[in-house]
């Protein structure tokens, strides 16, 4: 069975220097991988996806991620954070295939918070 | 189309009321999930169809519980006699009928459900 790992539950970050968010995960096969980003009271929104190819995935507000195969680790960075970047963000693994198991398992999660 | 659709936003009920929410997924989406998530917590899988077919349910999804998409287009869910572990957000997502769906999922805002 697949699952994710998140191992810090909140990063703190000064605006306009680099962040990572740490993501781990186990799955059999070649991964399909997310990050989904939520906001208060919010859905989560899809932030990048890593199904194939280049191992650094880029996406939506800035954000990229690097899939290391080695080290199962699909770890969040952004080179310059910003205030609106804080928000709660959810790694997630999926299975490869068209199967009635692959459905997407999240992390716990990890509270980002960017601090002025 | 303006993404997928939840209703109500928030549910207030009493212990031992039954509930009953609305999911509207993207029209083209034939794929529909149903996640909860709980503070602090990433979302948890309850439920999936492909079309109108609940493929897989959680072992989360008690007999009290009971997910329908009669005709493959909007789901409910509905949880009966509700008790005070239920209050969590209940967070639906679909994704589209490509052969190999290796696409995120879209989800909706959410509804958020406090038992007291």
């Known amino acids: 069975a697949q699952s994710v790992a998140q191992p810090e539950d909140q990063v703190n970050v000064a605006e306009g220097n680099p962040l990572t968010v740490k993501c781990t995960y186990s799955?059999?096969?070649?991964?399909?991988l997310f990050w989904y980003v939520q906001y208060p009271n919010r859905g989560l929104q899809f932030l990048l996806k890593?199904?194939?190819?280049?191992?650094l995935v880029k996406g939506s507000y800035g954000f990229e991620a690097e899939f290391n195969k080695s080290q199962t680790s699909f770890h969040l960075k952004k080179p310059s954070a910003l205030v609106s970047d804080s928000a709660l963000y959810f790694c997630?693994?999926?299975?490869?295939?068209?199967?009635?198991?692959?459905?997407?398992?999240f992390g716990s999660g990890t509270r980002l918070s960017i601090r002025p | 189309d303006t993404g997928v659709s939840q209703n109500p936003r928030h549910k207030i009920t009493k212990r031992g009321q039954n509930v009953t929410f609305r999911c509207d997924p993207i029209?083209?989406?034939?794929?529909l999930y149903w996640y909860r998530q709980t503070l602090g917590q990433g979302p948890e899988f309850l439920t999936y169809?492909?079309?109108?077919?609940?493929?897989?349910k959680s072992r989360l999804l008690s007999d009290r519980f009971s997910a329908e998409r009669p005709k493959g287009s909007f789901s409910t869910l509905e949880i009966q006699r509700t008790e005070q572990g239920d209050s969590a957000m209940y967070l639906c997502?679909?994704?589209?009928?490509?052969?190999?769906?290796?696409?995120?999922?879209?989800f909706g805002s959410g509804t958020r459900l406090t038992v007291v």
């Open positions: 997630a693994v999926r299975a490869p295939g068209y199967s009635s198991a692959s459905k997407i398992i």
């Open positions: 029209s083209e989406h034939n794929r």
């Open positions: 799955v059999s096969g070649n991964p399909y």
């Open positions: 890593y199904i194939t190819g280049d191992n």
């Open positions: 997502a679909s994704s589209p009928p490509w052969t190999d769906s290796n696409y995120g999922y879209t």
């Open positions: 169809f492909q079309n109108e077919a609940q493929l897989e």
